[in-house]
Nanobody, 123 residues
């Protein structure tokens, strides 16, 4: 059973940076697209970023130009670098594995989820 474990969340001031990591168990990590979602209190879980096995990426409009996603297939790890953070980025951030080597921005495109890591942007 594949498991995803996120780390790297925390409290940061507006304008600051954080890097989230997601470590995956299993040998098939490199065959699947991976993604990051976030969920703020009282809101739906929303797509943040995704990356295919070959490194093609997609980002939500709200984070374009501020967030980057990358992966290290040798380490079975996907990263989310978040720069110029804003209070509205405050949420629990979830790593997810796509059902295939491609993905869409919908939750149904992903079938395995981590437990989430909290990011709070506040002065």
């Amino acid at each position: 059973q594949v498991q995803l474990v996120e780390s790297g969340g925390g409290l940061v001031q507006p304008g600051g940076s954080l890097r989230l990591s997601c470590a995956a168990s299993g040998r098939t990590f490199s065959s699947y697209a991976m993604g990051w979602f976030r969920q703020a209190p009282g809101k739906e879980r929303e797509f943040v970023a995704g990356i295919t096995p070959s490194g093609s990426t997609d980002f939500a409009e709200a984070v374009k130009g501020r967030f980057t996603i990358s992966r290290d297939n040798a380490k079975n790890t996907v990263y989310l670098q978040m720069n110029n953070l804003r209070p509205e980025d405050t949420a629990s951030y979830y790593c997810a594995r796509s059902r295939a080597a491609y993905f869409s921005r919908t939750r149904s495109s992903f079938d395995i989820w981590g437990q989430g890591t909290q990011v709070t942007v506040s002065s």
